[in-house]
């Protein structure tokens, strides 16, 4: 799959913007076919059925192709974990799966299609979720950790694994918990495509977007981080 972009303003509103001017989608059988250096560019996009702007001189836009390959998961049945939740139920006390599917719903929610993976079947990824939008968009893979005490770093390179497995764009690993400093650093050098969602901030957003007061019955706090 190919979206052209391009850079320029609206000049009804002079705020940026990034039209498409051709989008083109082809399997690996399709693309094997081709031979590069001998083909024409213009017969080849319409050899693909690709959207060609009409008029790509006036930034006439196209709308992208959005083709996410979801093949390589296994997903297990949705059920609608939310509405077992009454009053301040503790994260802690609650099934694991039953977990994964309460964080799904919260993607959901976010604005996201996302779906729970079967158990021991997807190299830990416990659920995927995809955004559509065609630029910052794509396929995101999640763990989600019901921990007691600090996340290890292992954890979090081995979401790293998974996404580079998986040809994921995007990593979220969201726990009960806590991540340690060495664990945060690993997921700062990755330039923005691992996320981290601990305790305080996973109960603000089942708050936010589920209506949730949830509590985390920690043992003991999480340290204070040095500023």
Not at 65 to 73: I, K
Not at 213 to 219: A, F, K, N, Q, S
Request: aromatic share 8%; with cysteine.
């Amino acid at each position: 799959m190919f979206n052209g972009h391009v850079t320029t303003r609206d000049p009804a509103t002079g705020k940026q913007i990034h039209p498409c001017l051709v989008s083109v989608s082809a399997n690996r059988t399709a693309f094997d076919e081709l031979e590069l250096a001998h083909l024409d560019p213009v017969a080849c996009l319409r050899h693909l059925n690709a959207l060609v702007s009409p008029h790509p001189y006036d930034l006439e836009a196209v709308p992208p192709v959005v083709d996410f390959d979801l093949a390589r998961y296994k997903f297990a049945d949705e059920f609608d974990a939310a509405a077992d939740l009454d009053g301040r139920f503790d994260l802690l006390q609650m099934d694991p799966f039953k977990f994964e599917q309460l964080v799904r719903q919260l993607f959901e929610k976010i604005g996201m299609k996302s779906w729970v993976t079967h158990a021991s079947r997807d190299d830990g990824i416990d659920a995927v979720a995809v955004h559509e939008d065609p630029i910052l968009g794509g396929v995101c893979v999640i763990q989600a950790k019901r921990y007691k005490g600090v996340v290890e770093p292992d954890a979090v390179r081995a979401l790293w694994g998974a996404m580079e497995d998986k040809r994921a764009t995007k990593g979220i690993l969201v726990t009960t918990a806590w991540f340690g400093s060495a664990g945060r650093q690993f997921a700062a050098n990755q330039q923005e495509r691992i996320s981290l969602i601990e305790g305080p901030e996973l109960k603000h957003l089942l708050a936010e977007h589920l209506g949730l007061d949830v509590r985390i019955g920690l043992d003991r706090k999480p340290p204070r981080r040095r500023s």
